[in-house]
């Protein structure tokens, strides 16, 4: 992704680089086994010591008080190697909008408490997380609310982690509460507002991920392509293979083109810049399937199999496809925005 | 209005009157009683997914994730024991005898439940249909024989075709490749038989099965012209299995290494050599092209049919999805959006089934089903029982069958048939593989988070459909050799394979 002349960027894209160059490609195979294999604590705690899950918190808060531009970028050189990694520093990495598909625990106020039970589905992270933001409707109420909740509360009980298509060492479990203590978080009944709010701005978060596998899926392909032979010669001088990597590398050009100036239109709080991050995260998602598809077709069975990279990123680039909610719906909420 | 030699002139006109429809000329020279054993094929299809593949499908998955080198004898003996590795084998070679295309069909059911378990039976009839299209009467009669002994002693006896090597995917496929690839396996004369040498990978069902169709080749300098077809039993000197993939779906079929280090083939074991090939009509090197042609025209056929599986798995778990599932207040279902979503799917499916069925009309007519689809072979296949064939089987092991098999089958297939199969069948693999994806791709649309989960079925699906593009001849390949089979024929100017 572009950094431009911005110092800090190039810095932050030095370091986001090499980190994910060390300490996450030569064990992506192994990462990925999870939950059938160990998690990946090690790397974890080297990219918690590098700051980069506070990138974007505020200094007053502990964190680097950097935008979006910055997250993006950190994002973007992760999943090019291990998107998975990318998906923990996600503030919010949820696949529901609770507006649309109801996943809600039914929540209940006591005293100067709120007490939350019922099933909450496929929350990220929550396996080892200490807290967990879950959304809950108050009886009585319309639209629902958000809960902070402590996760060794005896009053949720957590399933085994998830296996899912995607981003296997950042699994999600299923909670079930039964009168769990929660805070709530800002007002009653305004967890739609926040949600959006949120996505607004994460969206091109996601966007970046999207981006990063592309990237990933493109270069691995190309570099094999000029290794492996078909017919005496080197695939990539066929010219059907110089089609497709074409048509993966013009994709990854956009996709870097369009994450960069959505994150400018975002960081400078430019009119209009919730359709910019979110038009650019539709579209990526969309192109990072195709690409990574094609990015296992050039390297053949070899592609299919986890020695290389390419079939997780197939994976990974569909499941971050639905991050912050149903695809198709993204689209509608897109449209319904400008209708108003 | 128009005059016969008119019609005649106009029809031959590009795009070709045979080129175009197969279904409507195949049709009514079927025996009626295809449809019924047709349909009664899908029934027990459905009965056996319902039975065996539907409870176990995850749980295998899941215990291949866990550990990728288990072998999944437990549902390879259940096949076994419904009689699905002898179902398609001719009567005459000690098999049910169903109506061969009626396999795809089936693969289409199981297909749609799970494309790892319709692999651990179609595979084997991949291993079947490259050991017949060497028409070696005796081999073939010999184990198809084993094949139903297997059946009834409650040891399966499965059938893998070897080709693919670690350094020639796509070469190994066409013989314009085959003499510049990196072409390894060397099957070298020596007394009495070959002696091999080499290493073939991505072999489907290869630690399952008992025998293996090997394609090697007596000089690596020419190999298009020394193509070696024989038959190796598992335990033979000289002869290992290598490595287990670990793949990213379709896990449940193991695609495995198989490693030759001075394994001596003895003659009796030989399906086909150079030298047999060069008394075919169209001398060694277009032969050994034939014969992939004629093989993969009902193989790709094949690969249609699952993908064709897995766009009817994606969308049957998509509209179940939203069939219950309320968004913004009202059932999915009900939304206009979600509605042309499921049409398309709905659309994707069929368009894949005719695909693979009008290539098998083709086949019918034209190809690898033409014999045993006349009338009179079918319906005296159908009704003399196994008994009175078995009699008779000792016929199979004389050299003259094998020859009369040669003469009508290779050499009695017009270059216009060749092409005409041929090319439809990998139309049907690329356009029926590529809906699948698709489906898998608007299954997992509408989902969302629900269908990221192992547990609803359909991120298995997705992950399981890849393959469909790759193995079998990518779609790349495919691409060309519809351009070479049904395009290029029409335009002497085109070159393939040699840019």
């Given at each position: 992704?572009?950094?431009?002349?911005?110092?800090?960027?190039?810095l932050?894209?030095?370091?986001?680089s090499?980190?994910a160059?060390?300490e996450?490609a030569?064990?992506?195979?192994?990462?990925?086994?999870?939950?059938?294999?160990?998690?990946?604590?090690?790397?974890?705690?080297?990219?918690?010591?590098i700051?980069?899950?506070?990138a974007t918190?505020?200094?007053?808060?502990?964190?680097?008080?950097?935008?979006?531009?910055?997250?993006?970028?950190?994002?973007?050189?992760?999943?090019r190697?291990?998107?998975?990694?990318?998906d923990?520093f996600?503030?919010?990495?949820?696949?529901n909008?609770?507006?649309e598909?109801?996943?809600?625990?039914?929540?209940?106020?006591k005293a100067?408490?709120?007490?939350?039970?019922?099933?909450?589905?496929?929350?990220?992270?929550?396996?080892?997380?200490?807290?967990?933001?879950?959304?809950?409707?108050?009886?009585g109420?319309?639209?629902?609310?958000?809960?902070l909740?402590?996760l060794?509360?005896s009053?949720?009980?957590?399933s085994?982690?998830v296996?899912?298509l995607?981003?296997?060492?950042?699994?999600?479990?299923?909670?079930?509460?039964?009168?769990?203590k929660?805070?709530?978080?800002?007002?009653?009944g305004?967890?739609?507002?926040?949600?959006?709010?949120?996505?607004?701005r994460?969206?091109?978060?996601?966007?970046?991920?999207?981006?990063?596998?592309?990237?990933?899926s493109?270069s691995?392909?190309?570099?094999y392509?000029?290794?492996?032979?078909?017919?005496g010669?080197?695939?990539?001088?066929?010219?059907?293979?110089r089609?497709i990597?074409?048509?993966?590398?013009?994709?990854?050009?956009?996709?870097?083109?369009?994450?960069?100036r959505?994150?400018?239109?975002?960081?400078?709080?430019e009119?209009?810049?919730?359709?910019?991050?979110r038009?650019?995260a539709?579209?990526?998602?969309?192109?990072?399937?195709?690409?990574?598809?094609?990015?296992?077709q050039?390297?053949?069975g070899?592609?299919?199999?986890?020695?290389?990279?390419?079939e997780?990123?197939?994976?990974d680039?569909?499941h971050?496809?639905?991050l912050?909610?149903?695809?198709?719906?993204?689209?509608?909420?897109?449209?319904?925005?400008?209708?108003? | 209005?128009i005059?016969?030699?008119?019609?005649?002139?106009?029809?031959?006109?590009?795009?070709?009157f045979?080129?175009?429809?197969?279904s409507?000329?195949?049709?009514?020279?079927?025996?009626k009683?295809?449809?019924?054993?047709?349909?009664?094929?899908?029934?027990?299809?459905?009965?056996?997914?319902?039975?065996?593949v539907?409870?176990?499908?995850?749980g295998?998955?899941?215990?291949?994730?866990?550990?990728?080198?288990?072998?999944?004898?437990?549902?390879?003996?259940?096949?076994?024991?419904?009689?699905?590795?002898?179902?398609?084998?001719?009567?005459?070679?000690?098999?049910q005898?169903?109506?061969?295309?009626?396999m795809?069909?089936?693969?289409?059911?199981?297909?749609?439940?799970?494309l790892?378990?319709?692999n651990?039976?179609?595979?084997?009839?991949?291993?079947?249909?490259?050991?017949?299209?060497?028409?070696?009467?005796?081999?073939?009669?010999?184990?198809?024989?084993?094949?139903a002994?297997?059946?009834?002693?409650?040891?399966?006896?499965?059938?893998s075709?070897?080709?693919?090597?670690?350094?020639?995917g796509?070469?190994?496929?066409?013989v314009?490749l085959?003499?510049?690839g990196n072409?390894?396996?060397?099957?070298?004369?020596?007394?009495?038989?070959?002696?091999?040498?080499?290493?073939?990978?991505?072999?489907?069902?290869?630690?399952l099965?008992a025998?293996?169709?090997?394609?090697?080749?007596?000089?690596?300098?020419?190999?298009?012209?020394?193509?070696?077809?024989?038959?190796?039993?598992?335990?033979?000197?000289?002869?290992?299995?290598g490595?287990?993939e670990?793949k990213?779906?379709?896990?449940?079929?193991?695609?495995?290494?198989?490693?030759f280090?001075?394994?001596?083939?003895?003659?009796?074991?030989?399906?086909?050599?150079?030298?047999?090939?060069?008394?075919?009509?169209?001398?060694?090197?277009?032969?050994?092209?034939?014969?992939?042609?004629?093989?993969?025209?009902?193989?790709?056929?094949?690969?249609?049919?699952?993908?064709?599986?897995a766009?009817?798995?994606?969308?049957?778990?998509?509209l179940?999805?939203?069939?219950?599932?309320?968004?913004n207040?009202?059932?999915?279902?009900?939304?206009?959006?979600?509605?042309?979503m499921?049409?398309?799917?709905?659309?994707?499916i069929?368009?894949?089934?005719l695909?693979?069925?009008?290539?098998?009309?083709a086949?019918?007519?034209?190809?690898?089903?033409?014999?045993?689809?006349?009338?009179p072979?079918?319906y005296y296949?159908?009704v003399?029982?196994?008994?009175?064939?078995?009699?008779?089987?000792?016929?199979?092991?004389?050299?003259?069958?094998?020859?009369?098999?040669?003469?009508?089958?290779?050499?009695g297939?017009?270059?216009?048939?060749i092409?005409r199969?041929?090319?439809?069948?990998s139309?049907?693999k690329?356009?029926?593989?590529?809906?699948?994806?698709?489906?898998?791709?608007?299954?997992?649309?509408?989902?969302?988070?629900a269908?990221?989960?192992?547990?609803?079925g359909?991120?298995?699906?997705?992950r399981?459909?890849?393959?469909?593009?790759?193995?079998e001849?990518?779609?790349?390949?495919?691409?060309?050799n519809?351009?070479?089979?049904l395009i290029a024929?029409?335009?002497?100017?085109?070159?393939?394979?040699d840019?």
């Amino acid at each position: 992704m572009i950094a431009g002349n911005d110092k800090e960027l190039k810095l932050l894209d030095k370091t986001s680089s090499e980190f994910a160059k060390k300490e996450l490609a030569p064990f992506r195979e192994e990462n990925d086994k999870y939950p059938f294999g160990p998690f990946f604590e090690t790397a974890l705690k080297k990219a918690y010591e590098i700051e980069f899950f506070h990138a974007t918190l505020p200094e007053a808060l502990g964190g680097i008080g950097q935008g979006m531009a910055a997250l993006s970028l950190i994002l973007f050189n992760i999943c090019r190697e291990d998107a998975s990694m990318g998906d923990a520093f996600i503030a919010f990495p949820v696949f529901n909008n609770p507006s649309e598909i109801e996943n809600l625990a039914a929540a209940e106020k006591k005293a100067d408490i709120y007490v939350l039970s019922g099933k909450v589905e496929y929350v990220v992270l929550s396996g080892i997380a200490a807290h967990a933001l879950i959304p809950g409707k108050i009886a009585g109420q319309s639209g629902f609310s958000f809960f902070l909740v402590s996760l060794p509360d005896s009053g949720i009980e957590k399933s085994p982690p998830v296996l899912s298509l995607g981003l296997h060492a950042c699994s999600a479990v299923d909670l079930k509460l039964e009168n769990a203590k929660g805070v709530l978080v800002g007002k009653e009944g305004k967890g739609a507002d926040y949600f959006e709010q949120m996505a607004d701005r994460m969206h091109v978060a996601a966007g970046a991920m999207s981006a990063g596998i592309m990237k990933g899926s493109f270069s691995e392909a190309f570099e094999y392509t000029k290794g492996r032979q078909q017919g005496g010669r080197e695939i990539i001088n066929w010219s059907e293979v110089r089609m497709i990597l074409a048509d993966m590398a013009v994709a990854v050009a956009n996709a870097e083109m369009m994450i960069s100036r959505a994150c400018q239109a975002v960081d400078t709080d430019e009119k209009g810049w919730q359709a910019c991050s979110r038009a650019a995260a539709i579209t990526i998602a969309d192109t990072a399937c195709q690409v990574t598809a094609d990015g296992i077709q050039l390297l053949g069975g070899v592609g299919y199999m986890k020695d290389f990279g390419q079939e997780k990123r197939y994976r990974d680039a569909k499941h971050i496809q639905a991050l912050l909610g149903i695809a198709p719906l993204k689209k509608i909420r897109f449209i319904e925005s400008m209708i108003g | 209005m128009i005059s016969r030699k008119e019609i005649k002139s106009l029809i031959n006109m590009s795009p070709k009157f045979d080129d175009m429809v197969n279904s409507l000329q195949s049709a009514p020279k079927l025996p009626k009683a295809m449809v019924k054993e047709t349909q009664k094929v899908i029934a027990i299809a459905r009965k056996f997914n319902r039975e065996v593949v539907r409870p176990s499908v995850l749980g295998l998955d899941l215990k291949m994730h866990e550990n990728p080198n288990y072998l999944p004898w437990e549902f390879v003996e259940k096949a076994n024991e419904w009689g699905f590795y002898t179902m398609w084998i001719p009567k005459m070679f000690g098999g049910q005898g169903y109506n061969q295309p009626s396999m795809a069909y089936f693969a289409e059911e199981i297909a749609s439940e799970c494309l790892a378990m319709a692999n651990l039976i179609g595979v084997h009839y991949l291993g079947m249909a490259s050991l017949s299209a060497t028409f070696n009467t005796r081999m073939i009669n010999k184990i198809a024989r084993e094949v139903a002994a297997g059946e009834k002693n409650q040891t399966p006896c499965l059938i893998s075709l070897a080709i693919t090597e670690p350094g020639a995917g796509t070469d190994v496929e066409e013989v314009d490749l085959l003499d510049k690839g990196n072409i390894t396996c060397h099957a070298e004369k020596v007394p009495g038989g070959y002696k091999v040498n080499g290493t073939k990978v991505f072999i489907s069902n290869g630690h399952l099965s008992a025998w293996h169709i090997v394609i090697a080749y007596s000089d690596l300098k020419k190999p298009s012209e020394n193509t070696v077809t024989f038959a190796v039993k598992t335990g033979a000197q000289g002869f290992s299995f290598g490595r287990k993939e670990n793949k990213m779906g379709q896990k449940g079929c193991p695609a495995s290494e198989l490693i030759f280090k001075d394994c001596f083939i003895p003659d009796e074991n030989v399906c086909l050599t150079p030298r047999e090939m060069e008394n075919f009509k169209r001398g060694n090197k277009a032969s050994a092209m034939q014969m992939i042609h004629y093989v993969v025209s009902v193989t790709r056929a094949g690969v249609g049919a699952f993908g064709a599986g897995a766009a009817r798995g994606a969308y049957e778990k998509a509209l179940k999805f939203a069939s219950e599932t309320k968004v913004n207040g009202k059932l999915l279902i009900n939304h206009e959006w979600a509605q042309c979503m499921l049409a398309e799917m709905y659309k994707n499916i069929a368009l894949a089934r005719l695909s693979y069925v009008e290539t098998n009309y083709a086949n019918g007519i034209y190809g690898f089903y033409k014999n045993l689809q006349s009338k009179p072979a079918y319906y005296y296949n159908k009704v003399v029982p196994s008994k009175w064939f078995d009699r008779f089987s000792s016929m199979m092991d004389k050299p003259f069958m094998t020859n009369l098999f040669r003469k009508r089958q290779m050499d009695g297939q017009t270059d216009e048939e060749i092409n005409r199969t041929s090319g439809w069948g990998s139309l049907s693999k690329f356009a029926a593989t590529d809906m699948g994806i698709k489906n898998c791709r608007m299954a997992l649309d509408l989902m969302g988070q629900a269908g990221l989960r192992h547990d609803r079925g359909v991120e298995k699906i997705y992950r399981d459909a890849k393959l469909l593009q790759i193995y079998e001849g990518t779609n790349q390949l495919n691409r060309l050799n519809l351009f070479n089979c049904l395009i290029a024929k029409d335009h002497p100017q085109a070159v393939v394979f040699d840019e």
